[in-house]
């Protein structure tokens, strides 16, 4: 998995060993390389999404939530989103969907919302000004 960085680099998730790098791309090398082991479950990891958003990176696992890094690459928190595969942001704000509904979490804060969604299969949501995007396979 990868993401662009705030400071133009590229956030690089190793699956395989577990590591979180930030390459610069005008240097060509790793500036950052931070070994996740020690704050990780010592389980199966299923990352799907990974994403820089207010100068926090936000790295998914399907398992076990959503794992909070400062930019320098220090752990923040986790946050249990259970079910989550896709993040959106918005404001102060993550979005995703779980359980059958969307759900708002704030960056901040222990707070969070839930919508009852339509009984339908929708695969990712995306929030972009003050509007939130379903998306289903159709």
């Given at each position: 998995l990868a993401t662009l960085s705030s400071d133009q680099n590229l956030w690089l998730l190793e699956q395989n060993d577990l590591r979180l790098m930030k390459y610069n791309f005008r240097s060509r090398e790793v500036i950052l390389d931070?070994?996740?082991a020690p704050w990780l479950d010592d389980i199966d990891h299923d990352f799907s999404f990974i994403r820089e958003y207010q100068n926090l990176l936000f790295l998914v696992d399907k398992g076990s939530g959503t794992?909070?890094?400062d930019n320098l690459g220090n752990?923040?928190?986790k946050i249990n989103t259970a079910e989550a595969v896709y993040l959106s942001f918005d404001g102060e704000h993550l979005y995703y969907l779980s359980a059958g509904q969307l759900v708002q979490q704030s960056l901040?804060?222990?707070k969070n919302s839930t919508i009852e969604l339509p009984p339908t299969i929708f695969q990712g949501v995306v929030v972009f000004k003050d509007k939130v995007y379903l998306i289903c396979e159709r």
């Open positions: 931070i070994v996740l794992h909070v890094f752990y923040i928190k901040y804060s222990e």
